[in-house]
C-alpha cells in the first residue's frame, strides 16, 4: 500500500523506514484489510457528509463561487501521551507569557522599558491601540482563546510557528473531523483508548463566562453573545457552531446597542442587557464611532462601554499587537522574562528585516528563505523561496527593500508529513497541528487539535483558503502508549 510512498529526507509521523511506527500499527493493519474499492466509498461518503451538514468555509475572490467543503482525509495524526504532555505544558506557558505581554504594554510597559523589546514594534505597530491603554479588563485576561500552530521539524521536534491571538478559526473543525470519523470509519478506533472531546466546551464556557464585567453584581449570571460577521464571514459555520454548543446568542453587530456605555440586545421583549461578547470580528470594524467609520458589522460606541469595565470583549481590543510575526521573535524572550522560564517549545529561527545586517543576508539568500508579511495571514503574501520563480524574488526583494518593517525570513523547514489517500492512492503532504488553548480562571488546552494538510503535492501550505485539508488529531491516553 505504501510501497512507492518516500519519507526521506522528511520526518514522517506514521512511517519509518516504510514501516508503521508502534502506535500507528494497530490502524495500519485494520487499514490493510480494506480493499481499494473499500476505501474509495469510504472516502466519497466523508466528504459528502460534510456537504449534507453544510461544514463550509468561504474564499473570498474565488472564481465559480466562494462556498467550499473542508477537504478531508481519514489518516489520523496520531500523538502518543509522552508528546501531548509536552505540547500541553509548553503551549501554557506560551499563552500565559503572551497574556502578560499584552497586560503590560497597555499597562506599566515593563517589557519594554527593560530593552527586552525595542518599543518601536509597539508604537508603530498599526494594531497598537493608544485607545485601551490602561483599560482595565476582566481577570486582566486579554487572551480567552489562542490557536497556536505548530510544526514538527526534520528532526520530529516540535516549534511553534505562529501565534493567533486575534479571532482564531477551527474548533468547529475538530468536533465534526472526529464525528465523521467515527460515522464512516469506526472499525479504527477498535484497538485505541483515546482522550475525548466530552466536557471540553463546557469547560470553554465556563472559560468565557468567567470574565464577568467589574459593574455586574456578583449574584447575576452573565449575559454572553457571539459577534458573528454574518453568513458571508469565512468562518461563518465556526460562529454557528460554537454559538449553538456554548449556548450563547449568535448576534451581529445591528443586533446590539449601546445605552449609557451599557451594551443590549435588541429581543422581541425589548432590550437584554449583554455582559460579555465572544466577538469574531476584528478590532478595525467593532466599533466605527473609534475604528473604522465605514464598519456596518460593529456597534458604535461600544469601546466606551467596554473601557467603562460595563462589557468584556473577548479576545480582548488591541491583541493583534502580540500575534504580529515581527513580535512573534520575541516570544521566548518574554517566557523569561515574565515567567523566568526557558521555552519548553521553541521558535522557528526568524530574521528581521529591519535590522540591516539580517535585511543584507536575507537578500543574498532569499532563494533559500520564507518571506512573511508580518500582518498577514492564510497564507497570502507569503514567498517560498525554494519553490518561487525569479519573477516572484525579485518582486519580493522590492517590497522588503521598500519596507523591510513589513517583513520577516524563516529558513525553509522541512515540514513533517503524513499519509493522505487522495484520488484513489496514498501520498505524503506536510502536516502541522493548530493547538487551542482556553484561557478564564484557569488555563485548559483543548485535547487533540486541529491538524490541517497541504493536500497538493509539495505544497507547503496547509490553509484551506490556499487547497489545504484537515485530519482528525488522536491523543493516546497514558495506558495506551503501546496499543494492541
Not at 449601546?258 to 455582559?275: A, H, Q, W
Not at 502541522?432 to 487539535?449: A, I, S, Y
Amino acid at each position: 500500500m505504501f510501497r512507492p510512498y518516500e519519507t526521506e529526507p522528511y520526518f514522517d509521523e506514521m512511517l519509518k523506514n516504510n514501516e508503521p511506527k508502534p502506535h500507528y500499527k494497530s490502524f495500519c493493519n485494520k487499514l490493510m484489510e480494506f480493499s481499494e474499492n473499500e476505501l474509495q466509498q469510504k472516502n466519497d461518503a466523508a466528504q459528502s457528509n460534510f456537504l449534507k451538514q453544510g461544514i463550509t468555509f468561504t474564499v473570498y475572490g474565488a472564481e465559480g463561487g466562494t462556498e467550499r467543503t473542508m477537504p478531508f482525509d481519514f489518516v489520523p495524526i496520531i500523538i502518543t501521551h509522552d508528546h501531548w504532555r509536552t505540547i500541553e505544558n509548553g503551549m501554557k506557558q506560551r499563552v500565559e507569557a503572551l497574556n502578560l505581554f499584552l497586560h503590560d504594554i497597555y499597562h506599566e510597559q515593563q517589557i519594554l522599558k527593560a530593552g527586552i523589546i525595542p518599543a518601536t514594534l509597539v508604537d508603530h505597530n498599526p494594531h497598537y491601540y493608544k485607545e485601551v491603554i490602561g483599560a482595565k479588563i476582566p481577570l486582566d485576561n486579554h487572551i480567552f482563546l489562542a490557536g497556536i500552530d505548530l510544526i514538527r521539524d526534520d528532526h520530529g521536534t516540535y516549534r511553534v510557528l505562529e501565534d493567533n491571538l486575534r479571532n482564531p478559526s477551527g474548533i468547529s473543525y475538530v468536533y465534526k473531523n472526529r464525528a465523521i470519523m467515527k460515522q464512516v470509519y469506526p472499525e479504527f478506533f477498535s484497538n485505541y483508548t483515546l482522550h475525548t472531546f466530552d466536557h471540553q466546551l463546557s469547560t470553554m464556557r465556563e472559560a468565557l463566562l468567567a470574565h464577568r464585567p467589574m459593574s455586574l453584581q456578583p449574584t447575576q449570571e452573565p449575559h454572553a453573545v457571539l459577534l458573528t460577521a454574518g453568513i458571508y464571514n469565512s468562518a461563518y459555520y465556526d460562529h454557528v457552531f460554537l454559538a449553538k454548543q456554548l449556548n450563547i446568542s449568535l448576534v451581529e453587530g445591528r443586533d446590539l446597542i449601546v445605552k449609557d456605555r451599557f451594551v443590549y440586545m435588541k429581543t422581541i421583549r425589548g432590550l437584554e442587557r449583554v455582559d460579555i461578547i465572544y466577538r469574531r470580528i476584528d478590532d478595525d470594524f467593532l466599533d466605527p464611532a473609534v475604528f473604522r467609520e465605514d464598519s456596518l458589522l460593529g456597534v458604535p460606541h461600544i469601546l466606551e462601554a467596554y473601557k467603562a469595565g460595563n462589557v468584556a470583549i473577548l479576545n480582548a481590543v488591541g491583541n493583534a499587537v502580540a500575534d504580529d510575526k515581527a513580535m512573534y521573535a520575541y516570544v521566548p524572550d518574554m517566557i523569561r522574562f515574565y515567567l523566568n522560564e526557558e521555552p519548553i517549545i521553541q521558535n522557528v529561527k526568524t530574521y528581521m528585516l529591519s535590522d540591516p545586517p539580517q535585511r543584507k543576508w536575507v537578500l543574498e539568500h532569499i532563494h533559500e528563505l520564507v518571506i512573511k508579511n508580518v500582518g498577514a495571514s492564510g497564507g497570502y503574501d507569503m514567498l517560498i523561496g525554494p519553490h518561487a520563480s525569479e519573477e516572484e524574488i525579485e518582486v519580493f526583494r522590492k517590497k522588503i527593500t521598500e519596507n523591510p518593517n513589513q517583513y520577516i525570513a524563516q529558513p525553509t523547514i522541512k515540514l513533517s508529513r503524513a499519509p493522505v489517500y487522495q484520488n484513489n492512492h496514498f501520498y505524503p503532504c506536510h502536516v502541522d497541528l493548530r493547538v487551542f488553548v482556553m484561557k478564564g480562571n484557569e488555563t485548559n488546552v483543548l485535547l487533540g487539535g486541529l491538524s490541517r494538510v497541504a493536500l497538493k503535492e509539495g505544497s507547503l501550505i496547509v490553509n484551506s483558503s490556499q487547497g489545504g485539508g484537515a485530519k482528525d488529531t488522536w491523543v493516546l491516553k497514558e495506558e495506551d502508549q503501546h496499543v494492541k
